[in-house]
């Protein structure tokens, strides 16, 4: 077995987290579907990464990719990312599926959050430090 | 909300996952080797005599596969189905039949049918690879 993969949620610079939020949320309204991504998504695309192949890491477009899973008690659900250097898989967003086909106001938003995970100025520690700051402050 | 990246479950929410453990280690078992073999689920599901839905149903933790199902699906990824002692969770207390069944269990004489056994679990067949922990 090669060397694990890494799942890094992106932070904004002011520590909001779409997707560490979006499944603290899918955790309260359904722990079932939580488990999906936690107990099987997860263990998974640590395995094997990229190569774990649909519906654990589904190439889109754009260098983005999705981890599908279909909600038991909520609808179609999504995680956009992309892969990156280091074995990283970058999640950007969470999302319930309402469209056939990614959303351009989810894609935009996906490509502002990589630009700046790209950037030399994101660092992971210090964001992961801004996070914490910014729930703890918000309770 | 708590701010850790990953707060420890709450009761309510650790029983529905255990609920879920042995459908997740069956899940999680068929998926790794699906994926190592480099077999799509379609694929799977077309060697197996299914449908490539009952291949999704079973690594999302959905559905009830039924029993043929499930072993023709791990006949093609040279697995074999067995039931395996259960192991305790955190704050769980182990019964008698659980400590009877784990001692037959390592005795090698697991087939009496005499104890409760609650884990399926889908094997390679090494059983050093699911000896009960602790």
Redesign the interface.
């Known amino acids: 077995m090669g060397q694990r993969w890494r799942l890094v ?1 992106y932070i904004c610079p002011g520590g909001y987290c779409q997707v ?1 939020e979006w499944l ?1 949320d899918l ?1 309260h309204t359904s ?2 579907d939580w ?2 991504f936690e ?2 998504r997860r ?2 695309l640590e ?2 990464g990229v ?6 890491w589904e190439r889109i477009d754009d260098g983005f990719a999705e981890i599908k ?2 909600g ?1 008690d909520r609808g179609n659900l999504r995680v956009y990312g992309s892969a990156e250097s280091e074995r990283r898989l970058v999640l950007y967003l969470g999302r319930e599926k309402r469209w056939s086909r990614f959303a351009n106001k989810d894609r935009r938003l996906c490509e502002s959050y990589r630009a700046d995970f790209l950037s030399g100025s994101y660092d992971e520690q210090s964001r ?1 430090f801004m ?2 700051a ?3 402050k ?2 | ?3 850790q ?1 990953r ?1 420890p479950l709450n009761e ?2 650790q029983k ?2 255990d609920g ?1 453990r042995s459908r ?1 280690n069956v ?2 078992r068929v ?2 080797y699906r ?2 073999l480099g077999l ?2 379609q694929e799977l599901g077309q060697r197996a005599g299914t449908k490539q839905s009952r291949v ?1 149903e079973l ?4 559905g009830n596969l039924q029993f043929d199902t499930l072993d023709r699906i791990a006949r093609v990824l040279g697995l074999e189905i067995d039931l395996v002692p259960r192991v305790a969770t955190v704050g769980e207390v182990s019964t008698r039949a659980t400590a009877k069944a784990r001692a037959l269990f390592s005795s090698g004489d697991g087939d009496t049918g005499v104890y409760s056994i609650s884990a399926l679990s889908v094997t390679s067949g090494n059983r050093g690879e699911y000896e009960p922990i602790g």
């Open positions: 949620y560490w603290q955790r722990v079932r488990h999906v107990g099987q263990p998974r395995e094997s190569f774990a192949g649909s519906p654990y899973w279909k038991r992961e996070r914490c910014y729930y703890k918000r309770g | 909300m708590s701010y990246l707060p309510r929410e529905i996952v879920l997740t899940a999680n998926a790794s994926i190592r799509t689920q999704s690594e999302s933790l959905q």
